[in-house]
Each structure stands twice: as C-alpha cells, then as structure tokens.
C-alpha cells in the first residue's frame, strides 16, 4: 500500500527555518501534484503549497516569500523549506497526494501523511 512519511518538523524561534520532507513508499509509477496543508486545534485544514510533476507551484498568501515546495520524482519525495518563520506558522503539516498510479494500474487518490508539528516561539 502507499504512504506518505514526513519528517523535519520541530520547534525554532521566530524568524528561524525548518525543512519538511514526505517520502512515499509502495508500488509507485507516477505520483502527480503533491502538497503541504497545516491545521491548528479548532481550524480547519489549510493549503500550504502544492507542485505538480512537472514542476508547476501555487502558495497560499500567506507563506508566498517565505516558503518553497519543491520535489525530487526520483525519490518520490516533496519538500517544503520554511524561512523566516512566524509564531502563526505553528501547526502541525500534513503531506497529501491527489493521486498516485501504482504500477498494478490502479490509482490511489487523496492520500496523506500522518503530519509533523511546527512549533514557533516568539
């Protein structure tokens, strides 16, 4: 089965930087837009950013400057370099796929990752 792990989550001070990573795993052919959400208690989930095979990103206002996604299709692996970090950053990420091909022919949609937290102190 396919699944998401992230890592690189952690607590940093107020204008500090963090790395997220989200590997997927499984019988993989070709794993289309990936993205980073965030969700605080009480909120509901939140686009982050996305990048589509090729390449193509969107970025909410919010992290527009700050944050870069990018991916390595080798390693069926996204990333999300989070500069400049704001105490409103703090939530916990969440990996997602739209889809993934396996190489039985099937596709798996909307997959997540388990999340990672993002802690930032003023």
């Known amino acids: 089965q396919v699944q998401l792990v992230e890592s690189g989550g952690g607590q940093v001070q107020a204008g500090g930087s963090l790395r997220l990573s989200c590997a997927a795993s499984?019988?993989?052919?070709?794993?289309?837009?990936m993205g980073w959400y965030r969700q605080v208690p009480g909120k509901q989930r939140e686009l982050v950013a996305t990048?589509?095979?090729?390449?193509?990103?969107n970025y909410s206002d919010s992290v527009k400057g700050r944050f870069t996604i990018s991916r390595d299709n080798s390693k069926n692996t996204v990333y999300l370099q989070m500069n400049s970090l704001k105490p409103e950053d703090t939530a916990v990420y969440y990996c997602?796929?739209?889809?993934?091909?396996?190489?039985?022919?099937?596709?798996?949609?909307?997959?997540w990752g388990q999340g990672t937290q993002v802690t930032v102190s003023s």
């Open positions: 499984g019988r993989i052919l070709v794993i289309y837009t």
């Open positions: 997602n796929t739209d889809r993934i091909k396996s190489y039985t022919g099937t596709n798996v949609f909307d997959r």
């Open positions: 990048i589509t095979r090729d390449g193509g990103t």
